[in-house]
């Protein structure tokens, strides 16, 4: 009896953890969706999405795909348990799918869902550019081809002398930052980079080295710039600020 509760419990845990992407509480989930090679890919890659039944509701005529709201798709069965859909070239943008099992008997069952995140690597970034106004070190730059993912930018500051290094953490879609920045000496050099990532890659722009004595008081916009980052760094600030321009 023990070992059979453990198992009931194993199999709902699984069904829990992979329907974790699709919001649909009112559905009872019978077993999982695999996307290969994975949910989050490269924009046109060839995907194979896998629907598997842990619990046989009854005898099952065919499986069935829906995928964020386009016609149903009768999936390749390879079995009783588990059938399969081949995509080539997946190039839409993010979206949901939802398996399902038809019955013998008319009825038709929920198994599970998925979310699909097609999207690109970072682009390394450009032209980054750090000036100094009122106490205030701001520094730019440009992130390339949208990666259409969730990007996060990091803005590293080293200290040529000491070798000790500050990261700056923005977020693109939240645009703001979470470290304390250490004050900034006036007669101190420091080199500088941006590092993108996000879960196909990350890339590293050029590094910009200065002196605080030739970091310049102005700055020019990149022209025909689609979106820029930048962070504020102050003398006495305790937090760095951050701002999105589009």
Not at 77 to 102: D, E, P, W
Not at 108 to 121: D, I, R, T, W
Request: glycine content about 6%; overall charge positive; aromatic content about 6%.
């Amino acid at each position: 009896m023990r070992l059979a509760t453990l198992i009931r419990t194993v199999a709902a845990l699984r069904i829990i953890t992979c329907c974790k992407a699709v919001e649909l509480p009112s559905l009872q989930r019978l077993g999982r969706v695999v996307v290969d090679p994975a949910s989050v890919f490269l924009m046109g890659s060839d995907i194979s999405i896998s629907c598997v039944l842990l619990v046989i509701p009854c005898q099952v005529i065919n499986f069935q795909l829906n995928m964020s709201g386009s016609p149903d798709i009768y999936m390749k069965r390879l079995n009783n348990t588990v059938a399969r859909y081949r995509i080539a070239g997946f190039n839409i943008l993010k979206s949901s799918l939802m398996c399902y099992v038809n019955c013998v008997d008319g009825r038709k069952h929920f198994v599970c869902g998925a979310s699909l995140s097609p999207g690109y690597p970072p682009d390394p970034p450009q032209e980054l550019r750090c000036v100094w106004r009122q106490n205030v070190m701001k520094c730019i730059w440009r992130i390339g081809n949208p990666p259409i993912l969730d990007t996060s930018y990091t803005l590293h500051v080293q200290d040529v002398r000491t070798n000790v290094e500050k990261i700056f953490t923005t977020d693109l879609n939240s645009s703001t930052a979470s470290s304390t920045p250490q004050s900034l000496l006036d007669n101190g050099q420091y080199r500088v980079h941006v590092v993108a990532r996000n879960l196909l890659g990350n890339a590293s722009s050029d590094i910009l080295t200065f002196s605080m004595q030739n970091i310049g008081t102005m700055m020019q916009l990149i022209p025909g710039s689609r979106l820029l980052m930048s962070v504020w760094l102050g003398l006495t600030h305790k937090h760095p600020h951050t701002h999105t321009h589009t």
